[in-house]
């Protein structure tokens, strides 16, 4: 069963046919995460780095930004039963226009906060592909936890 | 034949424009044309009456009454809505197809120009300016030329890509160079052919180069500014992706810092709701 991940959405599945996709990150970054022994998936695509700049919209839809969405994907999946220590992580998304006034750096900045919130949370990134200025899309597959990302205009690899 | 004949001779594949949005369009342009003669060139099409009378209804209005006639919808939701909503359904007939050279599936490209008009609507409220049909309209045509050129660009994919990723051209630079003209020049000609006036043309044409013209330069500023903000959230993104160059005098010239730039997002992000409304009876 497809799951489709929306933008600024999140979802955790733990149904073993289950696969989690979510299309069209550009600036925006996709976090997949996958316990292998409960077998439990979760997928979030979030558009903004900080959720100061806006505090009744991350009420209203915490997986519009990493400091609202990370935790909630993470408390999410615990509810199903997966456990951190297990948690593998891998990460998409990120892109950037050729910018050199630094207006538009968006992809950059989602990048540097989803880092500074697994540092703090020790969270390590098990594979990722990041940056550049392309379109990605992202999914998660159970129960075998295989990520995929497929780049537009290029083919899908494993990641 | 050359291949910049044989492109611009494939313009003529191009869908037929959708009667309502021309005759819309040239209400907008009669400053004595009123409400009501948008009222007069829809009733009598059933299915956009009962549309527009169903995206009233819907939460994204959020109007806490039933609507159900045309003229209530004009006072609950006003002029500009209204025409927006039309142009955002119409024009879902010029951007049907699947663009396979950029790598779009049908439907992508309309979705990226409704969220470049919506944008439109968002950044001129910033700016403290009124919300400007034409600007919608211009927003909402700007990627036509995609229609055309995806097949050539398609064939001649892998040499676009090697100058893109040398990382000295974007993708639009990348175009011209292989293909002898490029998407935003091919749409500017498509437009001036469906006889749009010089606010619509020059915006669809420099698009991606906002300093290469002295015509309308203020709308073609703002319709850059709404494409570089609709293909930073990827929303109907493609092949192409964010190979595009910034330009942040833009920005300066707003006095528009990074924040607003993730205001617009957030703003975008609401309003989206409208496609999936539009989208919901197809």
């Not at chain 1, 594979?127 to 550049?132: C, M, P």
């Not at chain 2, 043309?201 to 609709?230: G, K, M, W």
């Not at chain 2, 205001?263 to 992000?269: D, K, V």
Request: aromatic share 8%; with cysteine.
């Amino acid at each position: 069963m497809k799951i489709i991940v929306g933008i600024a959405d999140m979802q955790v599945a733990d149904n073993p046919g289950a696969s989690l996709i979510t299309y069209s990150l550009g600036s925006c970054i996709g976090i997949t995460i996958y316990d292998p022994v409960a077998k439990i998936a979760g997928l979030l695509h979030y558009m903004l780095p900080d959720s100061q700049i806006d505090r009744q919209k991350a009420q209203e839809n915490p997986s519009m930004f990493a400091d609202t969405g990370i935790p909630l994907l993470f408390r999410e999946a615990y509810e199903l039963g997966a456990e951190k220590r297990r948690m593998q992580v891998k990460v998409a998304g990120g892109a950037q226009i050729l910018d050199e006034s630094g207006f538009f750096n968006i992809g950059k900045r989602n990048y540097m906060a989803l880092r500074k919130i697994f540092w703090a949370n020790n969270v390590l990134i098990h594979a990722e592909d990041v940056g550049g200025n392309v379109n990605r899309t992202l999914s998660v597959e159970l129960p075998s936890g295989k990520v995929s990302v497929k780049t537009s205009g290029d083919g899908i690899r494993e990641l | 034949m050359s291949l910049v004949e044989n492109i611009l001779q494939s313009v003529s594949e191009l869908p037929p424009f959708p009667v309502v949005i021309q005759r819309a369009l040239q209400l907008i342009d009669d400053p004595r044309s009123s409400a009501q003669d948008v009222v007069d060139v829809i009733q009598y099409d059933q299915s956009i009456t009962l549309d527009v009378l169903r995206l009233c209804n819907s939460a994204y209005f959020g109007l806490g009454r039933t609507v159900d006639s045309l003229r209530e919808a004009l006072v609950m939701i006003g002029f500009n809505q209204l025409l927006e909503i039309i142009l955002s359904r119409e024009s879902v007939k010029l951007y049907g197809r699947a663009c396979k050279g950029y790598d779009l599936d049908e439907g992508d490209l309309w979705r990226h120009s409704v969220a470049c008009a919506l944008l439109s609507r968002i950044i001129a409220k910033r700016l403290n300016r009124d919300a400007s049909p034409a600007h919608f309209t211009a927003a909402l045509l700007h990627d036509m030329g995609k229609m055309v050129l995806s097949k050539f660009v398609e064939d001649y994919f892998e040499e676009i890509r090697s100058f893109t990723q040398k990382g000295s051209l974007s993708f639009v630079e990348a175009e011209r160079e292989v293909l002898g003209i490029d998407h935003a020049e091919l749409g500017g000609r498509i437009t001036e052919l469906w006889r749009f006036p010089c606010s619509i043309v020059s915006p669809v044409r420099y698009h991606h180069a906002p300093f290469s013209t002295q015509e309308n330069q203020d709308v073609v500023q703002l319709i850059y500014l709404c494409d570089t903000v609709a293909l930073m959230t990827g929303i109907g993104g493609g092949a192409d992706g964010l190979s595009y160059h910034a330009h942040g005098e833009v920005m300066k010239q707003y006095n528009l810092r990074e924040k607003d730039i993730e205001r617009f997002i957030i703003l975008l992000e609401d309003r989206f709701q409208l496609v999936d409304e539009i989208l919901n009876r197809r």
